[in-house]
C-alpha cells in the first residue's frame, strides 16, 4: 500500500485521468437518461392547461340601423349681403329720414342732404339746352338748302350734346341729395347726424340683409369632397335654437394657413328677428348607411393599436373586429363595417383575446355578476376599457 502511495505521488498524473475517467462516464449516464425526462413535463403541463376553467363573458346581439353621417363644425352667423353708403355729392345733411336699427324697403330714402342751388343749375341748363336744340335744327335745315356748310352744322350739334350732358350730370346731382337703400334690410350704423357737412364718399350709413342669414364655417380637405350644393345641415345656435340650413357655396381653394375650404349656409330668416354674429355649431349631413351603437367602454385596442371591438364567432371563439366610427353621441357610438348582425361581447371583453374560446352567459344581473368572478386564462391581462 506504500509503494502504492509513493507511486502515485511520483506520478500524479495517473490521478487527474481517473477524474477525468469518473466526470465523463457521469455526463454519459446523464445524456442516455435525459430524453426520458420532457414527457413527464409536458404532461404536467398538458394537465395543468386542462384543468384551467373557461372564461365567461356576456354576448349581445345587435343589429345594424341606418344612421345619418354628418360633419361636425363650428361657425358664425352673418348677414346675406351688407353695404357700406357713402356721400354722391357734398353737402350738409339737411334731414335724418330713418334711425338706427329700423328696417327699410330697397329705395326708401335714409338721409336728406342740402340742395344747395342745384335746381336753379339745372333750370339753367334745361334753358340753354333749348337754345342749342333750336340752333341744331336751324344749322341742320340751312345745311340741306345748301346755304350753310358742314363744320357749321357740325358745331350746332356738338353744343347741343354738351348741352344735354349738362342737363343730365345736374339731374343726377339733384337726385343724390336724397339717399337710399339699395336693398331690403336693417340700417345698422348711421355715421352722421343733422347738420354734419360731407364731402364726396363720407360714410352715411350701413345697411344690412339678414334674410336669408347666413352661416359661414369651414370644412378640412378631408370632407370637402362630400360637399356639394344645396346640401341640408342642421344648425344649433349657442341661444339653443335649432334651425334647418342648406349649403349655398363651397370654394375651391383652401386657406393656405388652415388647409381648410370656407362654405356657406343659408337659414330662412323672414322677418330679421335672427342676429348675425351668433356662434353656431353645424351638422352637415353627408349620407346615411348602416353602423351599430355600442359604449365606449366596449371599444379595444388590438396588438397593432387598430380600433375595434370583440365579437363573438363560431365554436364560442372570440373575434376582434376592426370597426370604422360612423358617429359619435353623449351615450355610445356608431360604429360602420361589422354587418347587419353581430354579437358583442359587452361583459368580460377586457379578459379574453383574440382567439380564445370562452362560455357565454345570459345577460340578467345575476350572470352579469358571474363574469367578474371568472378566472383569467392563463398568460391573459386585463386591457385598458375593459370591463
Keep these: 500500500m506504500a509503494s502504492a502511495k509513493q507511486y502515485l505521488a511520483r506520478n500524479p498524473w495517473i490521478i487527474s485521468v481517473m477524474i477525468l475517467i469518473i466526470m465523463g462516464v457521469w455526463l454519459i449516464s446523464g445524456i442516455v437518461s435525459s430524453p426520458e425526462a420532457p414527457p413527464a413535463n409536458t404532461s404536467a403541463q398538458e394537465t395543468s392547461q386542462q384543468s384551467v376553467p373557461l372564461a365567461k363573458v356576456v354576448v ?58 342745384r335746381e336753379l343749375q339745372l333750370q339753367r341748363a334745361l334753358a340753354l339746352l333749348s337754345v342749342k336744340s333750336k340752333e341744331f335744327n336751324a344749322a341742320k335745315s340751312l345745311r340741306e338748302r345748301g346755304l350753310q356748310g358742314e363744320v357749321a352744322l357740325t358745331r350746332a350739334q356738338a353744343g347741343l350734346v354738351e348741352a344735354k350732358a349738362t342737363v343730365k350730370n345736374l339731374e343726377l346731382a339733384l337726385s343724390n341729395t336724397t339717399v337710399t337703400a339699395p336693398f331690403d334690410g336693417i340700417v345698422n350704423i348711421l355715421h352722421v347726424e343733422q347738420g354734419d357737412y360731407l364731402g364726396i364718399g363720407d360714410p352715411i350709413a350701413n345697411v344690412v340683409d339678414l334674410d336669408p342669414l347666413v352661416i359661414t364655417a369651414d370644412v378640412s380637405e378631408r370632407h370637402i369632397q362630400s360637399i356639394h350644393h344645396g346640401q341640408k345641415a342642421n344648425i344649433t345656435l349657442s341661444t339653443g335654437l335649432s334651425l334647418a340650413g342648406k349649403l349655398r357655396y363651397k370654394a375651391s381653394i383652401a386657406s393656405e394657413t388652415t388647409n381648410t375650404f370656407p362654405i356657406e349656409l343659408e337659414v330662412a330668416n323672414p322677418n330679421s328677428s335672427l342676429a348675425a354674429g351668433i356662434s353656431a355649431e353645424v351638422d352637415l349631413i353627408l349620407d346615411k348607411q348602416s353602423a351599430i351603437k355600442v359604449t365606449p367602454s366596449m371599444l379595444a385596442l388590438d396588438e397593432i393599436g387598430n380600433l375595434g371591438i370583440k365579437t363573438l364567432i363560431a365554436d364560442n371563439k372570440v373575434a ?35 382567439g380564445d374560446t370562452v362560455i357565454p352567459v345570459d345577460t340578467d344581473p345575476i350572470n352579469e355578476t358571474s363574469v367578474s368572478d371568472a378566472p383569467l386564462n392563463k398568460n391573459h391581462t386585463k386591457q385598458t376599457g375593459g370591463e
Design 60 to 117: 349581445s346581439t345587435v343589429t345594424a340601423q341606418p344612421i345619418t353621417r354628418t360633419v361636425a363644425l363650428y361657425g358664425r352667423t352673418a348677414p346675406d349681403r351688407k353695404a357700406t353708403l357713402g356721400a354722391e355729392v357734398s353737402g350738409n345733411v339737411e334731414q335724418l329720414l330713418i334711425r338706427k336699427g329700423q328696417f327699410v324697403k330697397k329705395g326708401q330714402a335714409l338721409v336728406q342732404l342740402n340742395k344747395a342751388d
Design 320 to 354: 376582434f373586429a376592426p370597426i370604422a366610427i360612423v358617429k359619435v353621441e353623449p351615450d355610445g357610438v356608431w360604429l360602420g363595417g361589422l354587418g347587419e348582425q353581430v354579437d358583442v361581447i359587452t361583459v368580460g371583453q377586457g379578459f379574453v383575446r383574440n
